[in-house]
């Protein structure tokens, strides 16, 4: 069996808006510093946070217990790896990324029209002439 690490940028940042969880700017204590540790990434939703558990396996940890919770424990790929009184954490295999994205909620990534980056662009250009 090949396990290779899943690269949750790759993955997920064409459809979905990936950051940094919180905790890397208390450690580094700089938005500058750039680290590239995949278990630093995530995607944020609205009832729940996706990111990298294991190389080969995402999770989604929900921000309550209740209907979506419920939801992600009924598919038949999640297993749960923690279960709380204020939420649930389930691991699934990364193909399943979109299912799991649609329960929870996750942010897209916002797309432009290509009026609207020339209007942009232009905006900087008068901004910033020095800039190409």
Not at 17 to 43: C, F, H, K, M
Not at 56 to 83: C, F, M, N
Request: aromatic fraction near 6%; charge should be positive.
């Amino acid at each position: 069996m090949d396990r290779r690490m899943v690269d949750l940028k790759k993955l997920a940042s064409d459809k979905y808006r990936v950051t940094i969880e919180a905790s890397y700017y208390a450690e580094t204590g700089s938005a500058q510093n750039r680290n590239r540790d995949p278990y630093l990434w995530q995607v944020v939703g609205r009832h729940g946070d996706v990111f990298l558990w294991a190389p080969d396996r995402l999770a989604v940890s929900t921000h309550k217990r209740g209907g979506i919770a419920r939801r992600l424990l009924d598919l038949p790929y999640t297993e749960v790896a923690q279960d709380g009184t204020d939420g649930v954490t389930v691991t699934f295999a990364a193909e399943h990324l979109d299912d799991v994205a649609q329960i929870v909620r996750l942010r897209r990534r916002p797309v432009l029209s290509e009026e609207r980056r020339a209007e942009l662009a232009a905006r900087m250009k008068s901004i910033r002439p020095d800039r190409e």
